[in-house]
């Protein structure tokens, strides 16, 4: 029986994920588990800026990925200050890896991670 977690889930994966044209606002990064093997999710990254940043001063960046082991990240797989994420932190930029920090929020469809 398919939930309302399932019904949203698919409707925003279809709208953000799975576009075939330049509008979907997902990114391919690399996912490394701690155990386990690197791969390809969709993700739709949030940075704080675009702009350089002052001495010291990383923009903070977190993403919203599929809460599912097959097309994102599960959260019963996911070991917070181990796990990396490796995208460009400054659109354009060269990608580099991040820990995943912390957890921002959670459901039964997403996850919005903070990086390192």
């Known amino acids: 029986m ?12 279809s709208v953000a994920f799975d576009a075939d044209d330049d509008m979907t ?21 949030h940075r704080e800026t675009t702009e350089p940043l002052g001495a010291g001063r990383k923009p903070v ?31 354009n930029g060269t990608p580099e890896a991040r820990t995943i920090r912390k957890i921002r929020s959670k459901d039964a469809a997403f996850l919005r991670l903070e990086l390192s």
Not at 2 to 13: A, N, P
Not at 25 to 45: C, F, L
Not at 62 to 88: H, K, Q, Y
């Open 2 to 13: 398919s939930t309302g977690y399932d019904f949203l889930r698919d409707i925003l994966q």
């Open 61 to 91: 960046t977190w993403i919203t990925v599929p809460n599912d082991a097959d097309s994102g990240i599960s959260d019963s797989e996911l070991v917070l200050n181990a796990d990396t994420i490796t995208m460009a932190i400054l659109p």
């Open 25 to 45: 606002a997902s990114e391919t990064v690399t996912y490394t588990p701690k155990t386990g093997d690197a791969r390809s999710i969709q993700v739709i990254p």
